[in-house]
């Protein structure tokens, strides 16, 4: 068998050559930014965005800090300017039922104006009209008419006194009302005179008594009446005396917005209403009933509030917005999302109007594009479903939660639904996506358009330049240190290895972003202008070191044999097994002991860790992997006469993840074959139950832990990590591996066959089998193919001595 | 002010009550003239023996003023209203005078009201009293017991309206150079206010003489020159000098009965002014 060459410095390590590149600093970059890479979610976009259908709202998906966002942004920052400008919005008073306030729509720009020109209105009406009611002309007409009332009701009841008097009878006015009494000579006659009278005298002074008695009662029955026709017309006086007073005014607020039907229609309601009401602009300091106190009243407050009645609510104010509208919702709550109808207390209650309608997000994106980060849309309560239902009904409808679920109990607004025209994006997590379209039913049909971004984009040319822009932005928008190419250089290879790919760049903008500003950080420290590729290589190990403290302990330990690793000798059955560490988010590799024992048994191989459930599922099944791949070389004539345990010493936490099965593979080959393994060596890679290596995660990791354990003990020239060939793509290691390698002092296996492994590892080839069926004695499979066979002896044996003994 | 303690002659000031917004108007102004001239106030209220006599008679009914019910007069429930209307009288008297500081006495008698009103007041220098009581017609012109008083009683008599302050009366004069029209400034300077202004409307049977009469009343006039203001009107009554009254739109109007104008027209002038009048 012919054994894979030791890796080349080149194949470990895709350097980027800033010769590539045409600019000498990113000061030479100021174009747009050209994103690459990511074609697949920028159809889906154009997509969402250019189709008018409901439902084919956006959902961006991948992982935080790709830059979904910028670069939806970017997208809109082309298209949005052009769409046509959205509609203004205000809410009115709703004369005729104040709960329900009247929503109107004005072409932009023009609600602040209505609301410019109402405040004027009301400052001219509180002039106007107070003076034509203090003139001497409506003075008089109204003096006129309530004397018109007196004089009535005095020549009526003159009258009646005339004809008393006429027949000697007065009208007496007594303390309760009125009494009719014969007279003489201008006094009631004495009771005693009267009786003196004769009998039919007395009846007829009686009767005329009665007749005027009557008559009386008529006139006093017609008062109310007569009060009333007064009281109408003084009423009708104020209404043409108001009414001309306030025409006009109205009158050129009419012309000027004669075109918007909603708003002249509004304008004859409120005028009427001025009208009715005029008597709130005479009397100024009293009329304060609506005065809201905690609030600064605004204007209008020097008049009193009850003019807050004729305000205008802007909602949407879109004078100075320049095409389609796009906001980021950075805290999508509901009454973000949809607004808020607030109260105030006032003497202890709440009390709310129509000036104290909030808006959202959504009256504020309407007509134009609202971005939300899903997480946080689905972690503020009520949210979602306040952003489903607007879009399912296609009308922004402004409720009270509170109300809603009657956490409060009092007068609340119900203002008259917008309509809604928006395209939502979503951003957030792949796993979001995958759960919300499970379940929920809605999702799928209000969010038709998936944008997938790519965690990577191509390592090819256009990929690099395009991170050379992204830097340039970053630079030009926080105001940082130019970087000259070789520092772009060096950021696109840290690019390729936060992929975990030679030939790709990560997608993953917030860690480059992340980088460039620490590297300007260093740069300004060296007092350099151009940020330089050493100022990058000083971050990257900055930022190592910052989280290396867990790493120094574990290594220190090795060092001190506290963790017995063993990195020099040659033993059975004994082999390093390489692990990633990740706390917080930074993740390490260091070596880890792996044992194998045998012994007599019936061919099962005992996973200590997952005896004593440590090991995860994962990590059972590339030990039994193994053991199919065992029973299938040696248990396939006779079988397996032994038992053999697995383990990873001194872990004292779960291990998962099947990178160890090669490992444990050798480690139990030697057990069996009584091989020793060179300790120097450590290895990762999975194994399949062929006896193919295959690839796994982490791998640049993984063989730095290793070197940085051998490189603190002294290499030798023999050190080295054997790594499935599979992950050959994937090495972008430290330039100190890179130079020990390139020195000879530490190499690198790319193994594809656990056969290619064991060789290496032992020096003794792992052996063919032979026309005959049988390993070469002197190889590992032989050698084991010995062992074995030695052991079903012993078990025969044993088991007949036991029948012996029995019978 | 030296000058008003000579003319003042005014010690005792009577005026009638009975509980009629015109009634209330005159207790207010009496009271501040009351004050100004450092005056006694007797309050007059008369209870009228005519509502007492019809209580008597065996048919008579009264006529409920809101509900324009007629129920049988009964004589206990009527003495009784009368005291109550008495004592609320005597209360707003009482109450006012404490507020102003005036000395104050009040005396109920029972007749005719308007020969009761005008013997009562006999003892006071100033009778005060409404245009028009509770007359049941609201009449515009004068009620029945200012006719009387106008007709028969001791002057000067002040006849008041509401809606007139006495403490913000500018006073308008009537002079004709008479000996009346004398008094009648006498008069006025005694009650007007400090710092309100006086006009003077001048009637001269001609130009010349008009004229000559303002330069011989500024002479004596105790009045600064800047509260006192001049109109000249050719002499004349009724309708004519009516509504030069009613231009001015001063407050307070004073001429005398004795003046070249005939006694009558003085009373029909007063008769049919919407103003305060007091009648020297």
Known sequence: MTLPSKLTPEQLYRTCNPQEFSFNTTADLDGPVIATGQKRAFDAISFSMGIKHDGFNLFALGPNGTGKQTAIMHFLGNSAPEAPIPSDWCYVNNFEKPRHPKALRLPAGKAGALSHDMEQLVEALVTVIPSAFSSEEYQVQEKNIREQFQEQQANEIAELEKKGAEEHIALIRTPAGFAFAPEKDGEVVKPEEFMMLKKEEREAIEEKIIALKTAMQSIMAQIPKWQRETQEKIKELNRNIASFAVKPLIAELRTEYNEIEEVSRYLEILETDIIENFDQFLDKESDNKELLPGIYPGKFSQKGASFNRYRVNVIVDNSVTKGAPVVYEDKPSYQNLVGNIEHISQLGTLVTDFTLIKQGALHRANGGYLLIDARRLLAEPFAYEALKKALRTRHIRIESLAQLYSLISTVSLEPEPIPLDIKVILLGERYLYYILSVYDPDFTELFKVAADFEDELPGDFDGKLAYAHIISSIVHKDNLHHFDRGAVARIVEHGSRIAQDSTKLSAHIQSISDLVHESDYYAMAATREIVQAEDVEHAIHAKRFRSSRIREKIREATLRNSILIDTDSEKIGQINGLAIYSPGGQSFGHPGRITARVRLGKGEVIDIEREIEMGGPIHSKGVMILSGFLGARFGTDQPLSLSASLVFEQSYSGIEGDSASSAELYALLSAISGVPIRQYFAVTGSVNQFGQVQAIGGVNEKIEGFFDLCNARGLTGKHGVLIPASNVENLMLRHDVVTAVREGLFVIFPVSDVDEGIEILTGIPAGELDKSGCYPSDSVNGMAVARLNEMAEKIKKFSSSQNDDDQ | ?280
């Open chain 2, 1 to 280: 002010m030296p000058e008003r303690q000579k003319n003042a002659r005014i010690r005792h000031i009577a005026v009638a009550l009975d509980c009629s917004p015109h009634s209330r108007a005159s207790l207010g102004a009496a009271a501040e003239l009351a004050r100004l001239l450092n005056a006694e106030l007797t309050g007059i209220f008369v209870e009228d023996i005519n509502v007492l006599r019809m209580a008597d008679l065996p048919f008579c009914h009264e006529i409920r003023m809101f509900t324009a019910e007629s129920e049988k007069i009964d004589a206990s429930t009527l003495e009784r209203s009368l005291k109550v209307q008495a004592k609320d009288a005597e209360e707003s008297l009482q109450r006012i005078a404490d507020d102003l500081m005036i000395k104050q006495s009040f005396r109920v008698s029972r007749g005719i009201v308007p020969a009761e009103v005008i013997a009562a007041a006999g003892e006071a220098d100033l009778l005060v009293l409404g245009r028009s009581g509770r007359s049941p017609t609201c009449r515009k012109g004068l009620g029945s017991t200012a006719r009387k008083a106008l007709e028969e009683g001791k002057k000067p008599v002040l006849f008041i309206r509401p809606g007139f302050s006495a403490k913000e009366w500018p006073v308008l004069l009537l002079y004709d150079g008479s000996e009346g029209s004398q008094e009648a400034l006498s008069a006025a300077i005694s009650i007007i206010n400090p710092g309100m202004r006086l006009n003077v409307l001048i009637l001269g049977e001609t130009q010349a003489k008009s004229v000559e009469m303002e330069q011989a009343l500024s002479e004596i006039m105790a009045l600064p020159d800047s509260a006192v203001e001049y109109h000249h009107l050719p002499l004349c009554a009724g309708k004519t000098l009516m509504r030069y009254i009613r231009m001015v739109d001063s407050g307070l109007l004073v001429l005398s009965e004795r003046m070249k104008m005939s006694r009558e027209e003085v009373h029909q002038l007063i008769n049919e002014i919407d103003y305060p009048v007091l009648l020297v």
